[in-house]
């Protein structure tokens, strides 16, 4: 009898229907890889799990042969899930053994004082059983990156030896993993495995899930396509599962020749990027696509010099610095953030001066005032050129809506007529009609003869917008796309296995 | 969709009067088309400039308790001139902090300038003015170093001028030995700090050139606007091209300046320091940045912080009549009472704001001239 038995698994968003009808078994002792692209219910399944979401009537689920109600988290926590994020939920300032004792409580002796050399104990032969070695008594900001996910795995199975903890959900744990660490994390989740817990594993990497998984499930459009044994797939086998018969677009319009070269980018390293070197073409918009954790999204900012950088960046031969925006500005690069909330705007100021930051000089007339009618007729100008609704400058940008915004944050790039227009999820949080406007400024620029280029982990919006792709895995390019090439398949497929050239 | 470009109408009466006022009106476009009249009265509403109504109450409650002595031009004198090297102060803490940054050493950048001043015609023979100059330049070195520990140290502000403020205490107390010093500044000197210009005490002239200056950079200047960006996001400020470091460091260096012209002020009225001088500054002029950030546009601004000061300062000196004992502990109370009320009226404005925003959205879907019917947020 397996440990955990879903039947029938459904959930319906309005318009949507984010699972349907799945079946899934995991055993005691098994390492049960989950994977499937975006969108394609994993996440559904795993707040469904946690009691975050309330599945559809008919929906069973069956810890040990017992049928179990996951109303809240509290239910799904009494029934055995546990849960270790991405985002681990551990306090950096706190040592391993306070870390380990949050949501739990500390043991107390007389007058509440707490058993130290208890929980220190308690806390220590945990870290020994999963195979850690390090003092419990350190600060968790001094650990290394996994063996931080090592403690949020500690204190999700804590209680695993009274019968408390059965099934352990890891989701993406190596998504901000550095590569040398994740072998370490493997041999952490061999050793839960081996104290007789269900493990669910969910990855976009493929190699892990080959290298960590038993059996592997896949998900596609909220059905399950299967179960295998992680022996019975291989890589192409798995993708081809996951991808499934997705249409290929048509092609577009024809892609634009591209003039000369204005980026250049050498050598550029961070935390993932390992040594990316490209040109991006006046006239052209260039994309990049990736899963979460490619580089992706480190791309753009250490272009613009958000951050210290490796590599050099040029703009026609001129050389720009790193961890120094104006740098980059004066050398006509422009940066749409990804995190419009933290670095898009400044939200309590009014749209309008929003608008008119990246060069309020440009405004002033004598004693280097701001003349409000420029400056109002300037506003009023791209207001109406992006149909920014509502159409009301003074109002403070928070009170916009996300694609309102969104323009606002591009137009006052436009507005510097940029050389080089860098865009980072261009669209994310945004509704149909701003996403429509948006790809059409992007197109426009391009036309306008700025290198244009835009990372985005919507692998349609890349084929909808982009003459020329890259696709980044591991910090790396591993293949590129032309126009006649590309489609959401394609760039999948490229993305997830990283060895399949264009044209091969 | 014109209506609602109006300013802002947060209160019902002056909504409700604006909204007939619109009714004998074309329709126009654009904030700056909108009729006068109804900008006035949207821009008077208690809400908007509560602290006016405030003085106001004062005004009327503390001349019926002291008829003969509160509406004197006596007493109006008496507070204007008290109060201008709290204001300087008070500007001086308002740079820093649109750039969210907090000077706490004002109150001893005004005792060091003061103290210097004070030392320097004692013991050198320096002309008055050129001991002013030393003193203004000394403490815009103290906001350079207040501004080198945030900007370069990566300190909290907050703990930054904290320590800065207590370095300047202690050179203030080396300079005075811990006693009270008495200048002898020349006549032509302390005219400066105690003439009266068409009846009005000159030093609030002073006050008015600062105040005009500082508002014309804060709200019609880039660097008005680079000073608030930072502090609304700096993050954001920093990746549109936003030198937000040397907004800050240069925030610091301002508000020195600004404490040092306060310091000189002081001397010119009355040429006495002590050491204790300083600190009992820091509290009121915060208190009057924070009530006047409530004023007119919800975020800290010249004239509401004169305002703010105004009204608080005359309900000082209303109670200080109305009691026998000459009343001391009513400062105190006062200031503590404001600067709770004053903290807590500005943590809404943003919430504010976005309630009538999307009223307003909500209502020109249904309706576009409905807006001005919404009921305050």
């Known amino acids: ?504 | 969709m014109e209506i609602k470009n109006r300013p802002k109408v947060e209160d019902a009466p002056a909504a409700a009067t604006s909204g007939s006022a619109n009714a004998t009106l074309p329709p126009s476009s654009g904030r700056h088309d909108v009729p006068l009249a109804r900008r006035i009265l949207a821009g008077i509403g208690p809400r908007r400039i509560s602290a006016v109504y405030l003085f106001i109450l004062f005004a009327v409650v503390f001349s019926l308790i002291n008829p003969d002595t509160f509406l004197t031009s006596a007493t109006f004198r008496l507070v204007f001139s008290e109060g201008v090297v709290t204001c300087l102060l008070a500007l001086a803490f308002l740079i820093p902090l649109a750039a969210n940054a907090y000077d706490l050493s004002i109150g001893n950048l005004m005792a060091l300038s003061l103290g210097l001043c004070v030392w320097l015609n004692l013991h050198t023979g320096l002309p008055a003015a050129a001991a002013a100059l030393l003193a203004i330049l000394a403490c815009i070195a103290a906001g350079a170093f207040s501004g080198f520990v945030v900007v370069k140290l990566r300190v909290n502000s907050f703990i930054a001028t904290l320590g800065t403020s207590q370095i300047l205490l202690a050179l203030v107390l080396l300079l005075s030995g811990n006693s009270q010093l008495i200048a002898e500044f020349p006549d032509s000197y302390k005219k400066l700090g105690t003439d009266m210009v068409g009846g009005i005490p000159i030093v609030v002239f002073y006050l008015l050139g600062v105040s005009i200056l500082l508002w014309f950079v804060l709200e019609h200047t880039p660097v008005g606007r680079y000073l608030f960006a930072t502090g609304g996001n700096e993050q954001a400020a920093r990746l549109t091209g936003v030198r937000t470091d040397r907004v800050v460091w240069g925030s610091l260096i301002a508000s020195g300046a600004i404490c040092g012209l306060a310091g000189v002020v002081y001397s010119m009225r009355t040429g006495i320091f002590s050491s204790t001088t300083g600190p009992g500054y820091l509290f009121p002029a915060v208190a009057a940045v924070f009530l006047g950030a409530s004023q007119f546009q919800q975020r800290p601004n010249v004239w509401g912080t004169l305002i703010a000061y105004f009204a608080l300062a005359f309900g000082i000196q209303g109670l200080a009549l109305s009691s026998t004992s000459g009343a001391v502990w009513s400062q105190p109370l006062f200031e503590g009472v404001a600067l709770i009320v004053a903290v807590s009226l500005a943590s809404r404005p943003i919430v504010a704001k976005l309630r009538e925003a999307r009223a307003d959205k909500d209502l020109e879907a249904i309706e576009p001239d409905a807006a001005p019917a919404k009921t305050p947020g």
């Open chain 1, 1 to 504: 009898m397996p440990l955990l038995e879903i039947r029938d698994m459904s959930k319906t968003f309005p318009g949507t229907r984010a699972l349907d009808r799945v079946d899934l078994d995991i055993s005691a002792g098994e390492v049960h890889a989950l994977v499937g692209q975006n969108g394609s219910g994993k996440s559904t399944l795993i707040k469904v799990l946690a009691g975050f979401y309330e599945p559809d009537p008919g929906t069973v689920v069956r810890v040990d042969g017992e049928e179990v109600e996951l109303n809240d988290s509290a239910a799904s926590r009494a029934a055995g899930f546990r849960f270790v994020h991405q985002d681990l939920a551990l306090v950096d300032e706190l040592s391993v053994v306070e870390n380990l004792a949050l949501g739990r409580g500390f043991q107390t002796g007389a007058m509440g004082r707490i058993r130290w050399r208890e929980e220190r104990r308690a806390a220590q032969a945990m870290l020994d059983s999963l195979g850690f070695d390090f003092d419990a008594r350190k600060p968790l900001g001094s650990l290394a990156a996994a063996e931080r996910t090592g403690v949020a795995i500690a204190r999700a199975m804590w209680d695993w030896e009274d019968g408390g903890a059965r099934i352990l959900v890891l989701d993406e744990p190596t998504a901000t993993l550095p590569m040398a660490e994740v072998e370490t994390l493997f041999r952490t989740v061999r050793r839960v495995r081996e104290r007789g817990l269900g493990v669910i594993y969910v990855s976009h990497r493929l190699d892990e899930v080959f290298s960590i998984g038993d059996r592997i499930s896949i998900l596609r459009d909220g059905k399950k396509v299967g179960t295998y044994k992680t022996s019975e797939l291989d890589e192409d086998k798995l993708i081809a599962l996951m991808v499934g018969g997705a249409v290929t677009r048509a092609a577009g319009e024809k892609a634009a020749p591209g003039g000369a070269p204005v980026l250049t980018v050498e050598g550029l390293c961070g935390t993932v990027l390992r040594g990316l070197s490209f040109e991006a073409k006046a006239g052209q918009v260039l994309g990049f696509a990736g899963l979460t954790g490619s580089g992706r999204e480190e791309l753009l900012p250490l272009i613009f010099g958000a951050g210290e950088r490796l590599g050099t960046v040029e703009v026609e031969g001129r050389k720009v610095k790193a961890a120094k925006p104006q740098s980059a500005i004066d050398a006509g690069i422009a940066l749409v953030p990804a995190d419009r909330l933290h670095q898009g705007g400044v939200f309590d100021m009014s749209v309008s001066q929003n608008l008119t930051l990246t060069d309020p000089g440009r405004l002033t007339g004598p004693a280097k005032a701001i003349l409000p009618g420029r400056e109002r007729s300037e506003v009023r100008d791209w207001i109406g050129r992006l149909d920014v609704r509502p159409n009301s400058p003074d109002l403070p940008l928070a009170a916009l809506s996300g694609g309102n915004q969104q323009k606002i944050v591009i137009a006052k790039w436009l507005r510097m007529s940029p050389r080089v227009l860098l865009l980072d999820e261009p669209t994310q949080g945004v509704d149909v009609g701003a996403k429509a406007m948006i790809h059409a400024l992007v197109r426009e620029a391009a036309a306008a003869g700025a290198a244009v280029v835009v990372a985005s982990g919507d692998d349609e919006e890349i084929c909808d917008i982009c003459d020329h792709v890259y696709v980044l895995r591991d910090g790396e390019i591993v293949g590129e796309l032309s126009q006649e090439q590309m489609s959401i398949d394609e760039v999948g497929r490229m993305q997830l296995a990283g060895r399949v050239h264009a044209g091969a």
